[in-house]
């Protein structure tokens, strides 16, 4: 069975952090989030691969390259304009034999949810996940064993059950791809083919998730990096000076120097080259990239700090995202917690968003730089290249 992987957006919603990559590129636990996603269908033992790809797509083929070093084979299909996931899946009808797979590449799930799925033998079956608040997704309704309606983006969800982008598919879906129009949002919809085939009395089974952790946002990729984070196993390949002190389960890469009087706590992981200390806080949930900088008297907490990104010393950064490349001015201090408690809004798309989060600091494109002794609000979303002056209060 192959496993085919939609990766050919830009991933809008995580601007700042896909100005410069496509967001199946962005790292949680030091591996993209694609990486994630393919070792977790090898897992369930599927070896053939098809990525859909489109922005930016150089990035993933040259990262992924034909898969061999994942002990896996990727073919590639590109999706020159995103047209939607119908239009998506169609790409590669040519490349699939019979019954496959179909996964979003931004979503995490454990290897064992793919193998349950794959047990099954129906025609078309979909992965639904129950949540507290399923607004946000296509909500699903189900009687019998079967799905009944896809309703995306209800107003009001009548089912606490969401469409989880997760499919296993017969080829008898690519004949409703070619009859599906486009939605109200101009796009070609697998859910408009699948609610089709349900229309057409064709029984439309599904499967429930165990774990399903969605990427839509950029403040999502904390949520992945904690879980990826709960699951590493301590692994010392740098040095570590004598009065530096680890607790915990924590990895430190080739060549990384881990300074004295540095205190780390995990789960945290290391990149390789990097220089750590002396004298620094890092706390559980932090993944830090490969050569970068952490400094004196610095503190980090729950963060993702991507590649060759220098924190300068007594700066203070929680709960955050931090793009290739940055810097930070000697002083440069993060806020994460509203005085009043109440969770954290950024300002998207013209308007104000609901994190769901009590604590977020700032999501930082790539290559930002801020002058000493910065202080940047809550929920700040920080555009790539961009900069501050000595002293500057960033509050949106």
């Not at 996964?103 to 507290?132: F, P, T």
């Not at 946002?217 to 990826?228: C, G």
């Not at 000697?330 to 009590?358: F, P, W, Y």
């Amino acid at each position: 069975m192959k496993a085919v992987i939609l990766a050919a957006g830009e991933g809008t919603r995580m601007r700042p952090l896909t100005e410069t990559r496509p967001k199946v590129m962005l790292p949680a636990a030091n591996r993209p989030i694609l990486e994630h996603i393919i070792k977790s269908a090898r897992d369930a033992g599927i070896t053939d691969f098809i990525c859909v790809v489109g922005y930016r797509n150089d990035m993933i083929r040259d990262y992924f390259g034909d898969g061999s070093h994942l002990g896996i084979h990727i073919d590639y299909v590109e999706q020159k304009e995103q047209l939607g996931t119908a239009h998506a899946i169609g790409t590669i009808q040519d490349l699939v034999d019979d019954r496959f797979i179909v996964m979003n590449g931004d979503a995490l799930v454990k290897s064992s949810d793919i193998r349950s799925l794959m047990k099954h033998r129906e025609d078309i079956v979909m992965a639904l996940k129950e949540m507290e608040d399923p607004g946000r997704y296509g909500v699903v309704k189900t009687s019998g064993g079967r799905i009944v309606e896809i309703i995306e983006k209800p107003e009001r969800a009548t089912s606490n059950l969401v469409n989880a982008g997760i499919y296993l598919f017969s080829d008898i879906i690519f004949d409703n791809i070619k009859a599906t129009g486009r939605s109200k949002r101009g796009e070609y919809e697998i859910t408009d083919s699948i609610m089709q085939l349900i229309v057409d009395n064709i029984g439309v089974s599904y499967l429930m998730l165990d774990t399903w952790i969605d990427i839509g946002m950029p403040w999502n990729l904390l949520d992945a990096n904690e879980f990826l984070l709960s699951k590493i196993r301590t692994a010392i390949s740098g040095e570590i000076e004598p009065y530096a002190t680890l607790k915990g389960e924590v990895v430190v890469g080739d060549d990384t120097i881990i300074r004295n009087g540095s205190y780390i706590t995990g789960p945290v992981i290391i990149g390789n080259g990097c220089d750590i200390g002396p004298n620094c806080y890092i706390r559980p949930g932090t993944s830090v990239g490969d050569n970068v900088r952490i400094g004196n008297a610095v503190e980090v907490k729950n963060s993702i700090i991507m590649e060759k990104t220098h924190v300068g010393h007594l700066s203070y950064l929680g709960d955050s995202v931090i793009g290739y490349g940055c810097n930070f001015g000697a002083g440069t201090k993060v806020a994460n917690l509203r005085h009043d408690g109440k969770n954290i809004r950024v300002a998207m798309d013209g308007g104000s968003t609901d994190t769901g989060r009590r604590k977020l600091g700032v999501i930082m494109g790539d290559g930002v730089h801020t002058g000493i002794n910065t202080s940047i609000n809550v929920g700040v979303m920080m555009a790539a290249g961009r900069s501050t002056h000595p002293g500057d209060v960033v509050m949106r």
